[in-house]
Nanobody, 127 residues
Framework: QVQLVESGGGSVQAGGSLRLSCVASRDASSSYCMGWFRQAPGKERERVASISSYGSTRYADSVKGRFTTTRDNAKNTLYLQMNSLKPDDTAIYYC?????????????????????WGQGTQVTVSS
């Protein structure tokens, strides 16, 4: 079992920045694929970014060039640096994890594949 705790959410004006953190209860740097997802009111949850144990990343087109996800092995922590925030970025952001699989690269894993989830943190971007 992996427990995940997000932090760093808040309210900012358009164009501002936030950095979200996700701390894992166990070391997942070498055995878990991790990702960031978000869900806005009335919309389906969507993948924002994912990162493999070796650092390979994939981003949603809507955030590419603005968001960056990294992981710190020593701190068992996942980060999401969000720059140039837009009102459309407003949502609850979740971090998630799934056991790594050699036959299914992390970048190909879908939302339904992730079975460990954090509680979520609210991000609100105003005009």
């Amino acid at each position: 079992q992996v427990q995940l705790v997000e932090s760093g959410g808040g309210s900012v004006q358009a164009g501002g920045s936030l950095r979200l953190s996700c701390v894992a209860s166990r070391d997942a740097s070498s055995s878990y694929c991790m990702g960031w997802f978000r869900q806005a009111p009335g919309k389906e949850r969507e993948r924002v970014a994912s990162i493999s144990s070796y650092g390979s990343t994939r981003y949603a087109d809507s955030v590419k060039g603005r968001f960056t996800t990294t992981r710190d092995n020593a701190k068992n922590t996942l980060y999401l640096q969000m720059n140039s925030l837009k009102p459309d970025d407003t949502a609850i952001y979740y971090c998630a994890a799934v056991r790594a699989s050699g036959s299914r690269p992390c970048v190909s894993r879908s939302l339904s594949d992730f079975n460990y989830w954090g509680q979520g943190t609210q991000v609100t971007v105003s005009s």
